[in-house]
């Protein structure tokens, strides 16, 4: 008798980023380590790679205690958004245990029947004015709750919340036209006008968001036909005491409209205080514990109620929030294995190699990479910047281009590399694995870097400027 074939299980998300870290250990042995110098940047006055400055140093080859040490130097390194992840599903659970935002959630749900696929381009359009602007991107992952429970209400799954929500930021993070953080930052280092460039990016942007609507819509209709084809119909199974029944929603009383209003209010506040004041993890933290034990409050939760609550909440995202620190790790090996910089020295001399026809896609490809390595925006520009610039230059191409090469490098993979603490937060807080996710995301992924080239192509045949 013939033994059947076992099907391949996807390893566990932790075993996973283990082997990326063992991986990367592996590498500090093969690839020589090297650093650039760092000097101000006088036009945005960052900390910048000088190009001219690579220079071979003495290996620091990782350890087989390193490699261990790395996991909770990784946690270290990575604290504030793992506490963040923490605060904001704790305090989070305080504001849903009151009810109110189900049931509002619930009324538009109801106002929403038989137009629910409008829902997702909507979402997804609101989300990419934040990500183009200000660059959200972190500041997303608090209405990651909301986009799970509003695609629950109307038939679909955590898998179109939490993209509807996280997805709409990456079309704008990805087209940038207005983002300081990223284009600004890197128009600045290549002496560029601020946001020059902006009517193709526009276009970019267009385009990103009807693909990415149509991909999340075709799935959304997929699974609304038949709930099984899921790829987290199991988790669905598991959460279907927590999905609102329409049927029985309840009506809407004097208190839920004060918590919904100070929801609303406490949200607008974020928007405010990250787009004015330049908030981060610290205060959105504090702003979501008082938004979460006003609304306790306002409910008529007794404080030991609302502890409860906080706990149960910030139990149920212990394995994403402990990933996003597992994840750090491999960023970890890299630094104190002197490597990073080899990496970024290493791809930027194979494109100077390639033909101009075909550089300004490779260009991208390398940035595409190292965002891998360096997931941070502005951290990115600093490293690759003063390189591909002068670099553009040699090569007869723009310096604009070079800039889109990076927007695009900085921004597709963000939504697929284990190495991206916000990604690893909105999957804790949607509770979706990380292979589920890959599942699902990884044909767009494919999309956006084909988009990305032929636009990568028509920068290069426009002469895409001012210079």
């Given at each position: 008798m013939e033994k059947q074939k076992k099907k391949f299980v996807m390893?566990?998300?932790?075993?996973?980023?283990?082997?990326?870290?063992?991986?990367?250990?592996?590498?500090?042995?093969?690839?020589?380590?090297?650093?650039?110098?760092?000097?101000?940047?006088?036009?945005?006055?960052?900390?910048?790679?000088?190009?001219?400055?690579?220079?071979?140093?003495?290996?620091?080859?990782?350890?087989?205690?390193?490699?261990?040490?790395?996991?909770?130097?990784?946690?270290?390194?990575?604290?504030?958004?793992?506490?963040?992840?923490?605060?904001?599903?704790?305090?989070?659970?305080?504001?849903?245990?009151?009810?109110?935002?189900?049931?509002?959630?619930?009324?538009?749900?109801?106002?929403?029947?038989?137009?629910?696929?409008?829902?997702?381009?909507?979402?997804?359009?609101?989300?990419?004015?934040?990500?183009?602007?200000?660059?959200?991107s972190e500041e997303a992952i608090a209405f990651i709750p909301i986009g799970v429970a509003l695609a629950r209400a109307v038939g679909y799954d955590a898998m179109v919340g939490c993209a509807i929500v996280s997805l709409g930021a990456a079309v704008g993070f990805n087209s940038a036209w207005m983002n300081p953080f990223t284009v600004g930052v890197a128009q600045g280092i290549a002496e560029l006008p601020t946001f020059s460039g902006i009517e193709l990016r526009l276009v970019i942007w267009a385009v990103s968001l009807v693909v990415t609507s149509l991909y999340i819509m075709r799935y959304a209709s997929k699974i609304k036909k038949n709930p099984e084809l899921s790829i987290v119909a199991d988790i669905e199974l598991q959460e279907k005491d927590n999905k609102i029944?329409?049927?029985?929603?309840?009506?809407?009383?004097?208190?839920?409209?004060?918590?919904?209003?100070?929801?609303?209010?406490?949200?607008?506040?974020?928007?405010?205080?990250?787009?004015?004041?330049?908030?981060?993890?610290?205060?959105?933290?504090?702003?979501?514990?008082?938004?979460?034990?006003?609304?306790?409050?306002?409910?008529?939760?007794?404080?030991?109620?609302?502890?409860?609550?906080?706990?149960?909440?910030?139990?149920?995202?212990?394995?994403?929030a402990l990933v996003v620190g597992i994840a750090r790790a491999v960023l970890v090996v890299m630094e104190n294995g002197l490597i990073i910089d080899s990496v970024v020295h290493g791809l930027a001399s194979v494109v100077s190699l390639l033909p101009k026809s075909i550089a300004a896609i490779g260009m991208m490809i390398v940035q595409v990479?190292?965002?891998?390595?360096?997931?941070?925006?502005?951290?990115?520009?600093?490293?690759?910047?003063?390189?591909?610039?002068?670099?553009?230059?040699?090569?007869?191409?723009?310096?604009?281009?070079?800039?889109?090469?990076?927007?695009?490098?900085?921004?597709?993979?963000?939504?697929?590399?284990?190495?991206?603490?916000?990604?690893m937060a909105n999957l804790s807080i949607a509770k979706i694995s990380y292979d589920r996710w890959v599942k699902f995301v990884a044909p767009l992924i494919g999309i956006w870097v084909v988009m990305g080239m032929a636009f990568m192509v028509i920068a290069t045949v426009i002469n895409y400027g001012p210079f």
């Open positions: 390893p566990h998300t932790y075993v996973i980023l283990i082997a990326v870290i063992i991986l990367m250990a592996i590498c500090t042995y093969i690839i020589p380590a090297g650093e650039y110098a760092r000097v101000e940047d006088p036009n945005t006055g960052r900390m910048v790679v000088d190009p001219d400055s690579f220079a071979s140093v003495d290996a620091n080859p990782t350890k087989p205690f390193d490699l261990v040490k790395s996991i909770p130097q990784g946690m270290d390194a990575a604290c504030s958004i793992v506490f963040f992840i923490f605060i904001v599903g704790g305090s989070f659970n305080i504001i849903m245990s009151t009810g109110a935002i189900e049931r509002g959630i619930g009324k538009v749900a109801i106002a929403s029947r038989g137009k629910e696929k409008l829902l997702i381009p909507l979402v997804v359009f609101i989300f990419s004015i934040g990500g183009a602007t200000f660059g959200m029944d329409l049927d029985n929603l309840g009506k809407m009383s004097a208190k839920d409209s004060l918590v919904l209003l100070a929801f609303v209010i406490g949200m607008l506040i974020l928007v405010y205080g990250v787009f004015t004041y330049g908030w981060y993890f610290t205060e959105i933290c504090a702003l979501f514990i008082t938004m979460g034990v006003v609304c306790g409050l306002i409910a008529g939760r007794g404080p030991s109620t609302m502890a409860g609550d906080f706990i149960a909440g910030a139990k149920d995202i212990v394995f994403g990479l190292i965002n891998f390595f360096i997931p941070s925006g502005s951290g990115q520009a600093a490293v690759t910047m003063p390189i591909m610039a002068p670099l553009a230059d040699i090569l007869g191409m723009t310096r604009q281009t070079a800039v889109l090469a990076f927007q695009f490098g900085d921004g597709f993979t963000n939504s697929i590399i284990p190495t991206s603490a916000t990604l």
